[in-house]
């Protein structure tokens, strides 16, 4: 699903962020990204939707050539990949129910096929009575189960999270990641970055493991 | 198909609603726009009224031969007649100076002090109407040229040559609008744009997320092409409402100005096609603005 060949990634003034970084996630996989702030997690995260590109190295999403793609083939390639982000970004002056519709809107899904698939997947994040609702009348951990919800309500085989537990207590913490390991036993492939390293023991998945822009754990041992 | 009119219905709607959420700043951003487009309108018309009253005049060249004193009556209609020969001339009126005089007499208002004249002072005339394939003024020119170097003629003038003159000045007038036109619709694109770019950032947020979950630039696009669209066409509308008003009010004035000259004018306001001209013009610019402005901040907003 996934497959990095000594990607690296450096950033306008020289900070590199990632240095030959190889592995491969595949298909309904689950795995952990774990690292400090600033080992290079998110910026891991963004080169497979292409918010940032790589700078040397080669990376497959989905059998697709990120770094080769042409600028207007990003949106199709961020619809099949579900992101999740610790400020959730949410549209504040939209419902809980615009917000998880939103990727079908943009997909240019018909309407009545988009209710049906809105509220399916706010039924896998139990927030179903909470359609019309705005985000800030949610607890936290409500609206990041509403950022899941908009992730795979167009069922991306691939899901990203970046720290999505990172502001909840325990308890919300382990909720969020059930629903996370749920998707992939439905068979979506997640990649979830955190550290926190409880959930590892607790979930028992891969680990992979970023210090300072390089892979120590978990690659596939192309590094050089 | 009408799933992609859905669509488009309802982002129109959609943009209908950002405006509606912010009505003053809508409000005063029409205003600006009606005002601005008014103006060039006003003057299009003005000129468009001048020149419709001076071509009704034209239509009517005509050309007044004075003869001398004392041409017998008998000569004065030979002439009239060789005139009627030339192509461009339609019809001619012979006055003699009787018919002159009892004319000067009922207008004039002298009446019976005329009377006590002993002698008609007035000479006889020949009116002559041109026709229309040969009212051009340089003909209508040689011809009276001609005219006057006749033995009987005292004097052959056209009347209407300060007509030809205005026309003239129209055609520089016109010139001068278009320009103004052209300046104050730079000013619209101007207005539109910069709303369209604050709306930009206002909603940069949103434009990030949109883009995140891989709206493509078009569908971004979309809603602030129709507010700039929108926008100029509540302008439009607010002109043609601010110009209507300009011409209730001169309407009076006007009406009675040209009764004082020969009458039978009235003003064209606004038709049909001023409107069709004018809607189309501020949705246009309207959609230039945006495009414009879309075309210069979309890019620099890229999820982070």
Not at chain 1, 133 to 161: K, T
Request: aromatic letters at 6%; a positive charge; proline letters at 3%.
């Amino acid at each position: 699903m996934i497959r990095f060949a000594q990607v690296s990634k450096r950033y306008e003034g020289g900070f590199d962020a990632l240095t030959n970084v190889s592995f491969s996630l595949d298909k309904q996989e689950m795995a952990f990204l774990i690292g400090r702030s600033g080992a290079g997690k998110s910026t891991l995260l963004k080169l497979i939707t292409r918010v940032e590109s790589i700078s040397r190295g080669q990376l497959l999403v989905n059998e697709r050539n990120i770094n080769r793609m042409a600028k207007r083939q990003i949106p199709n390639l961020r619809r099949e990949v579900g992101v999740v982000f610790q400020d959730h970004k949410l549209l504040n002056d939209r419902t809980v129910f615009d917000n998880v519709a939103l990727p079908l809107v943009v997909a240019g899904v018909g309407h009545r096929e988009s209710g049906r698939r809105v509220r399916a997947a706010l039924d896998k994040v139990n927030l179903l009575n909470k359609e019309r609702l705005y985000p800030l009348m949610l607890s936290g951990g409500e609206q990041q189960r509403v950022g899941i919800a908009r992730a795979v309500v167009n069922r991306p085989p691939l899901l990203l999270a970046d720290e999505p537990t990172g502001n909840l207590d325990p308890e919300l913490s382990d909720e969020i990641m059930d629903i996370f390991h749920q998707f992939n036993q439905f068979g979506v492939t997640v990649l979830i970055a955190t550290h926190e390293y409880r959930h590892i023991d607790r979930l028992n998945k891969r680990v992979l493991e970023l210090e300072r822009g390089r892979l120590v754990r978990g690659g596939t041992g192309e590094e050089d | 198909m009408i799933e992609y009119f859905l669509r488009h219905a309802q982002v129109l709607l959609a943009s209908l609603g950002q405006l509606a959420r912010a009505p003053g700043s809508t409000l005063m951003t029409v205003c600006a726009i009606g005002i601005t487009l008014a103006l060039p309108t006003m003057l299009y018309l003005l000129v468009d009224n001048v020149e419709v009253m001076s071509r009704s005049w034209q239509g009517r060249a005509q050309a007044s031969v004075f003869l001398k004193q004392n041409i017998p009556t008998k000569d004065a209609q030979s002439l009239q007649r060789d005139l009627l020969q030339k192509p461009e001339i339609q019809s001619s009126q012979l006055i003699t100076a009787d018919q002159a005089l009892a004319e000067f007499k009922t207008q004039s208002g002298f009446g019976r002090a005329l009377d006590l004249l002993e002698e008609n002072p007035l000479p006889a005339s020949i009116v002559i109407h041109f026709n229309d394939g040969h009212s051009h003024p340089s003909i209508i020119e040689a011809l009276v040229a001609e005219l006057q170097t006749r033995p009987e003629v005292d004097l052959a003038q056209w009347d209407m040559a300060w007509v030809q003159r205005l026309h003239v000045i129209l055609k520089l007038v016109q010139r001068a609008v278009f320009v103004l036109a052209a300046l104050l619709g730079l000013a619209v694109v101007i207005i539109i744009s910069n709303t369209i770019r604050l709306a930009i950032l206002n909603r940069r947020d949103e434009i990030e997320i949109m883009k995140l979950i891989g709206a493509t630039d078009r569908f971004i696009r979309r809603p602030f092409l129709y507010g700039g669209v929108i926008q100029g066409l509540l302008g439009a509308l607010c002109a043609m409402a601010i110009v209507s008003v300009c011409l209730q009010l001169l309407d009076g004035p006007v009406v009675e100005l040209v009764s004082l000259y020969h009458g039978d004018f009235a003003t064209s306001g606004i038709t049909g096609r001023t409107l069709s001209l004018l809607v189309v013009t501020g949705c246009g610019l309207g959609w230039l603005a945006a495009r414009a402005a879309v075309g210069r901040y979309l890019r620099q907003i890229q999820p982070k």
